[in-house]
C-alpha cells in the first residue's frame, strides 16, 4: 500500500482548499453590498466583514485538522464560536499525489507555524481595486518560509461575464511552484512595483535612487510578488517598516521555490518562527532574478532609517 503523504504536503493540500474556501466567502462579502469596514490605526489601516470571516474561517479549518501546528493570523479574533458553514475540510487531491521533498518528510505538527493574511490589499478591496486582492498562507519551518499558497479572489474579474473567476497559486521549497506561468520580466528594463497607500518621503527616495524605467504601484504584498513571477515588474521595493510577517511568509515561499529572493532593505532573511515580533521593520527587497543589481543600489540614507 502507499504510504500516507508526508504532513507537510497535507498541509499544503488542505491549505490549498482553505484558501479556496476563503476566496469564495470574500466574493460573497463583496457582492452581499455591506462590507462592515472598520478603522484599526487609520484610514490606511482597515478592517472588514470579510478578512474577520475569512480569518476565522481559515485558523479553525486548520487548526481542526492540524491542532498542533501554530497559526498566527493578522486579526485579533477568537475562534471559539466558529460557525460550521465556515469550516473547509477538504483538500487537493493533485497535491497529495507529489512527493515530499525529502527534507521535509519528517515534520511534525508542533513544528510548523502557518502565518495567515486573511485579505491582503484591504483598502484596495474597500476601493474596488479587487486584482490586488489576495489571500495568503505560509507555512514555516525552524524558522523558514518552506510552503505557501496564495488566492486572488478576483483573478479575471475584468475579462467578462464568462471567465472563470480566481485562481489558487502554492508551492513548496524543493518542489517548485504551480497554478501560474512563471515569466521573467523584460531583460534589461528595471520595473520596480511598489506601494500604493503607504508611500513615504523614505520609500519615494529609495525608488528614485534605483532610477527605474518605471514604477508601478498596486496593494497588497501577495499581488506584489505576483507581479515578480509573472514578469510584469523585475524588484519589489519597500522601504518602509509597515510590512508584516503574515504578508511575506506565503510570498516568499514561491518566490523561493522559482529561485528568487527576497529579504528586508539590508539584505537580511525573514524568519518565521512563533516567537518572533511580526512586524518586518526593515522594509522588503525582493526579485525574482538580478537581487543583487537592486540590493547594491539602495541607498545607506534609507538603510540607516530602517532599523532590523
Not at 125 to 142: P, Q
Not at 283 to 290: E, F, I, P
Not at 294 to 304: C, D, G, H, L
Request: aromatic share 6%; proline share 4%.
Amino acid at each position: 500500500s502507499m504510504a500516507s503523504p508526508a504532513l507537510l504536503m497535507r498541509v499544503v493540500a488542505s491549505a490549498y482548499s482553505v484558501a479556496e474556501k476563503a476566496a469564495t466567502i470574500v466574493r460573497n462579502v463583496m457582492s452581499a453590498g455591506d462590507l462592515g469596514i472598520v478603522e484599526k490605526a487609520g484610514p490606511n489601516d482597515l478592517q472588514t466583514k470579510a478578512d474577520q470571516l475569512v480569518q476565522m474561517s481559515i485558523c479553525a479549518s486548520l487548526a481542526q485538522k492540524f491542532p498542533k501546528v501554530t497559526i498566527i493570523g493578522e486579526e485579533e479574533l477568537s475562534t471559539d464560536d466558529v460557525t460550521e458553514d465556515l469550516i473547509e475540510d477538504g483538500h487537493c487531491e493533485e497535491i497529495l499525489k507529489k512527493p515530499c521533498p525529502a527534507q521535509y518528510t519528517g515534520i511534525k505538527e508542533e513544528e510548523l507555524v502557518i502565518w495567515v493574511d486573511p485579505l491582503d490589499g484591504t483598502k484596495e478591496y474597500t476601493e474596488g481595486l479587487l486584482d490586488h486582492v489576495t489571500v495568503l498562507i505560509g507555512i514555516a519551518y525552524g524558522g523558514k518560509a518552506i510552503a505557501g499558497v496564495i488566492n486572488q479572489p478576483y483573478y479575471n474579474y475584468e475579462a467578462g461575464a464568462n471567465a472563470v473567476l480566481g485562481r489558487t497559486i502554492w508551492g513548496v521549497l524543493g518542489m517548485g511552484a504551480f497554478g501560474f506561468q512563471l515569466t521573467e520580466a523584460p531583460a534589461g528594463k528595471h520595473i520596480v512595483v511598489t506601494t500604493r497607500s503607504h508611500s513615504t518621503a523614505l520609500v519615494n527616495e529609495c525608488i528614485t535612487a534605483l532610477n527605474p524605467d518605471h514604477v508601478i504601484r498596486v496593494g497588497g504584498a501577495g499581488n506584489k510578488i505576483i507581479q515578480l513571477i509573472e514578469g510584469k515588474a523585475s524588484a519589489y521595493v519597500f522601504a518602509s517598516p509597515g510590512c508584516k510577517k503574515w504578508d511575506t511568509c506565503a510570498p516568499e515561499a514561491i518566490l523561493h521555490a522559482v529561485g528568487g529572493k527576497i529579504t528586508d532593505i539590508h539584505g537580511n532573511s525573514f524568519q518565521y518562527n512563533k516567537e518572533v515580533k511580526h512586524i518586518n521593520s526593515a522594509g522588503v527587497l525582493a526579485t525574482l532574478r538580478n537581487y543583487d543589481y537592486y540590493a547594491s543600489r539602495i541607498p545607506n540614507t534609507v538603510k540607516e532609517s530602517l532599523v532590523p
